[in-house]
T-cell receptor, first 112, second 111 residues
Framework: NAGVTQTPKFQVLKTGQSMTLQCAQDMNHNSMYWYRQDPGMGLRLIYY???????DKGEVPNGYNVSRLNKREFSLRLESAAPSQTSVYFCAIKTAGGYEQYFGPGTRLTVT | GEDVEQSLFLSAREGDSSVINCTYT??????LYWYKQEPGAGLQLLTYIFSNMDMKQDQRLTVLLNKKDKHLSLRIADTQTGDSAIYFCAERSPNAGKSTFGDGTTLTVKP
């Protein structure tokens, strides 16, 4: 997972609280992604960003917002956390025109 | 939309070969991938195959692609306990900004 860092590694929130998950890369890749992983459901794309300043919705964007302020960082915000958002969140990056995605180590979020 | 299907569980004995299967629906898929996820870690790309290939071998790993049936398989020869992990199949079309992942197959290797 070298090159992609995520903070925090673990987080517990109460319903209704807000928080921002951070992702940063040092590989100078254009595309960045946020996925959530739930047991038996694989990876589901929340949002992605093909380049700095652009973002697009993925499969499950509701309840989330993202921000790509610069090439290096892509943050995921939960404005009002719900128990259904308990999951493991992965950030990933990819070169433009490349075929490999590099994943971060994940953030384990529990909403009570 | 695109869909990628995998069986959820597979069990193997150490030293045997393991075969993990995947089917996909998007006929324009150009890139097909296998990722490995160990407990508590992110996904790591194991291998990939382009749609103009039928087979790719990389040490103990053999990927077979049947484009007609939209079927992809990953064979792990001489399976080791360290191969126990979740294996994800994924596909991407040439102009898509994103990949579609299967739900993952949990491989358990017993001594």
């Amino acid at each position: 997972n070298a090159g992609v860092t995520q903070t925090p590694k673990f987080q517990v929130l109460k319903t209704g609280q807000s928080m921002t998950l951070q992702c940063a890369q040092d590989m100078n890749h254009n595309s960045m992604y946020w996925y959530r992983q739930d047991p038996g459901m694989g990876l589901r794309l929340i949002y992605y960003s093909a380049s700095e300043g652009t973002t697009d919705k993925g499969e499950v964007p509701n309840g989330y917002n993202v921000s790509r302020l610069n090439k290096r960082e892509f943050s995921l915000r939960l404005e009002s956390a719900a128990p259904s958002q308990t999951s493991v969140y992965f950030c990933a990056i990819k070169t433009a025109g490349g075929y490999e995605q590099y994943f971060g180590p994940g953030t384990r979020l529990t909403v009570t | 939309g695109e869909d990628v299907e995998q069986s959820l569980f597979l069990s193997a004995r150490e030293g045997d070969s393991s075969v993990i299967n995947c089917t996909y629906t998007d006929s324009s898929s150009t890139y097909l991938y296998w990722y490995k996820q160990e407990p508590g870690a992110g996904l790591q790309l194991l291998t990939y195959i382009f749609s103009n290939m039928d087979m790719k071998q990389d040490q103990r790993l053999t990927v077979l692609l049947n484009k007609k049936d939209k079927h992809l398989s990953l064979r792990i020869a001489d399976t080791q306990t360290g191969d126990s992990a979740i294996y994800f199949c994924a596909e991407r079309s040439p102009n898509a900004g994103k990949s579609t992942f299967g739900d993952g197959t949990t491989l358990t290797v017993k001594p």
